[in-house]
């Protein structure tokens, strides 16, 4: 973050008191609150408001903490009046200090919330999203976190944001106790500690966060999704999503993701779908974090390679040879498809895996991984 603090404030002396702190700091007009609170608006990594003058909290700080929970705010107020505090808490307001401050008081207030301000290590972010229902993008999502999850020793993790209906758990043979919604309706509470409780070890070694058993009775602001991503990506090495592609508000919160894959296949409805939503998915991050992969391919069919990028207007990244038979009886078996690398369709996954990562081949004789992140890979094209 090039900014650490933002101060909303008319007070120069209290600017230059922040700076005494020896933390940088830039000062905001009030009405560049409401430009903060916007949903894919660029946050400070501290946010400190001045309300010294005021007897209640500006509605666009709540907007802002209900799209961004993870904003530190910090109050400056006159006096710790009961009524504010309350209103300050349940605006989601991290720290309050009183006037006259001090920069020791300051600073110690800061680093609470902020810590040392060293930035956050922050692991790779793949996410999965199926043109239309039925293309098996859930089939690639848990083989892809799989093969991650047995290719290093790092921690993988695979969250399906399919909330109340996704199928993860089943291709994964697990029954998780609790679900991203359990995430998601505490965000603010997220620590290693409670993240882990919520998470399940699979026995292939990949944690999931799985969709819920029960109804759900919330709908999820694109915030709290933005904040589970970034939290997961801080705490693994490599983080999966499973992506409902009628989602919108998931499909918005996807800034945190090292790679955005399209999976299609060569039916005509599917392919006029993944055009709109490439189109979409460029607008929104751009061409290069997008990749467009196929399952089931035949060389045979009506709708060919070349027929389907030139109407989705991106290359084809990656193909999955069709086994159905095979990868129905993984499921049922609860069995990813890669932890028995005997068939043409598992060493598929396992090569688009290590390549998507950048981690070199495993076998001997088999090429290593290119420096791009993603290339043609030829067990795929079989």
Not at 44 to 66: E, H, W, Y
Not at 233 to 246: G, I, K, Q
Not at 327 to 353: H, T
């Amino acid at each position: 973050m090039s900014t650490i603090i933002s101060l909303v404030s008319s007070d120069t002396q209290l600017l230059q008191l922040m700076r005494e702190t020896g933390m940088p700091c830039v000062l905001l007009s009030a009405d560049a609150l409401t430009n903060l609170a916007q949903g894919g608006a660029k946050q400070p990594g501290l946010l400190v408001l001045d309300l010294r003058d005021q007897s209640q909290i500006p509605p666009a700080l709540t907007l802002l903490k209900r799209q961004h929970p993870t904003t530190g705010v910090l109050l400056v107020a006159s006096q710790l009046d009961p009524g504010l505090m309350l209103e300050a808490m349940r605006a989601g307001v991290n720290e309050v200090v009183t006037h006259p401050v001090s920069p020791t008081e300051l600073q110690t207030a800061i680093k609470r919330l902020v810590g040392n301000l060293v930035p956050t290590a922050h692991g790779d972010v793949f996410a999965f999203i199926g043109a239309k229902g039925g293309v098996g993008a859930t089939t690639v999502a848990v083989n892809v976190a799989t093969a991650l999850a047995k290719a290093t020793t790092e921690p993988t993790l695979l969250i399906d944001l399919n909330i109340a209906c996704g199928d993860a758990a089943v291709f994964l043979g697990s029954e998780p106790r609790f679900s991203v919604i359990d995430a998601l309706e505490n965000v603010q509470r997220l620590d290693s500690a409670f993240f882990n409780g919520l998470v399940v070890r699979s026995k292939s070694g990949l944690d999931l966060l799985g969709a819920s058993g029960r109804p759900v009775t919330a709908n999820f602001d694109g915030g709290r999704i933005r904040a589970l991503i970034k939290f997961a990506s801080e705490a693994h090495r490599y983080t999966v999503l499973d992506v409902p592609r009628s989602d919108t508000t998931a499909l918005d919160a996807l800034e945190a993701a090292t790679k955005i894959i399209l999976v299609a296949n060569q039916e005509l409805a599917t392919v006029r779908n993944a055009s709109r939503m490439a189109a979409t998915l460029r607008q929104r991050y751009g061409q290069a974090r997008l990749s467009l992969v196929l399952t089931r391919t035949d060389r045979r069919a009506e709708i060919g390679h070349d027929d389907v990028e030139r109407t989705v207007g991106m290359d084809i990244s990656n193909t999955f040879p069709s086994d159905y038979r095979l990868a129905l009886a993984a499921m049922n078996k609860g069995r990813p498809l890669v932890l028995d690398n005997q068939n043409e369709l598992s060493r598929a996954f396992i090569a688009f895996a290590r390549g998507l990562a950048g981690i070199p081949a495993a076998e001997k004789g088999q090429k290593a991984a290119s420096g791009r992140l993603f290339g043609r890979l030829s067990p795929g094209k079989a």
